[in-house]
């Protein structure tokens, strides 16, 4: 089975547009909070979104989510499973799914998404290889890809 | 040449993060309001985000967003770029190009991305046909695919 | 001694804004879920921010907030104490202290407000007055006013 | 007749909350953009929310805002009137009036609001007095005290 991280994130009543649900930009938003808590685990190479590396940091390459169901403001924390998908030269790919509960595998799948995050040097702004450290510590929550149900593109 | 509505998007301080450029999710904030107003242009049979048919109404279906240049706070506006890519039964995507001016064609282009969107039924919240004032509206607007640089699923 | 709710509020790694702390302006959001959580416990004659009642809600008539230490970013939340300054007629007052820990009485004060808020009726958007589940509930609420150290009307 | 920068405000599809209403924590992230951009103008002494000294920033002391009218999400884009109100030794205060429009003078008052902003030393932190060019800037945009129509600590 896949070793996922699952984030609890705190809804803000303010996370609802008028549609009366959790407006879609937000949950890009989720994406990184759960991103910053699986990069700032114990042992993971990097701090926060940085690599503990000062010269070395990373960025959002790109994003891809599939909406599937609405999520409402509710006093109870939503689930943000996290895990790696890919690790590349000088990248590596997050699969997240966005569920309304932090119960492991339960309730209600809201999201799917996929971030593609770019190690970049900060003078040249230029990608750099990812080291051992980070290569190794990406690698322990390799998993599958993500399900999307809609191909890209469409 | 597609047609293209250039939508000002004035920026705000509060736009850019800790590191100091706008942050990752405001972009996918921008898509909306760029996308709102491409719907409420005179004739387009949209009201904002929805259908002037008060029965139905537009949801996000999926976004897909490829991040090429930091974009900073300014006092000038940014220049959100939104054209139609394809309209399907009950969906169209709408694609987008966020630039750091709103002189058409002109700056650097800071993110490419697309969206789609699906008309559903307020009471059964399911898919509904597109009418031919929204079709033909939409049809005004059709131009290429988005031009991503990296592909779909890396 | 006073009654107070401490309230738990995660941070997210965007509430930080250039400055590389957290936004004044979130702070004025954290007061909402702060209050939105007190409004919202069992037996308060409120649910989130509306009366039970559905013909009635409540609308901020005013805020007022001190800064006083920076807060940063942190997996650890933050706490934002909450209690009633004030009951009035159709009006109430709340106070909080918004720390950087959720320990009781502890950690750094970053800031002090307090909100009027105004129960009005739905339809004619007038005052209406609190009742006597409401009152009684904002009652068992009651602390000291805010220990503000500046002034108003500076 | 006081001297006044009216600065347009583009309202986002996302500032209004699920009560269809411009969220009141939005109208305090509106003063920081009206702030930012009356302490832009050339030859104010400042740039942006920072001092031509790069070793010297200006924080926020304190606000005080007062909610009057609601705010809807429109095309068009709100007025922030900003103006001076106090200057003092190391601190100066703005008064603020949010408008649904940039007409002058017109429209309906939604909110009035007062910032203090202080001006700190970056290495220390504390505060340093304003130059006379800073003092001579602010000079120019002093206005009467902002007309609030609640008492302060109700």
Redesign the interface.
Known sequence: MSPVLTV???L???D?????HV????F??F???AR??LL?EPGSGFT??EVTDAGH?T?????????LAPLN?S?E?AGVDVWIT?V?AS?F?LGYAVRDTTEPGAGTTCALA?T?MILVDRQSGRPVRLNETQRSALGQWIGD?VPFR?T???
């Open positions: 609890p994130l705190q803000r009543f303010g609802e547009d008028s549609y009366g407006n879609n930009a937000r890009v938003q994406l990184e909070d910053v808590r700032s926060f979104l940091y960025l959002v390459g790109r994003h891809e989510i599939e909406y403001f006093r924390p890919a590349g990248s790919t996929s593609t890809g809609r890209s593109g469409a």
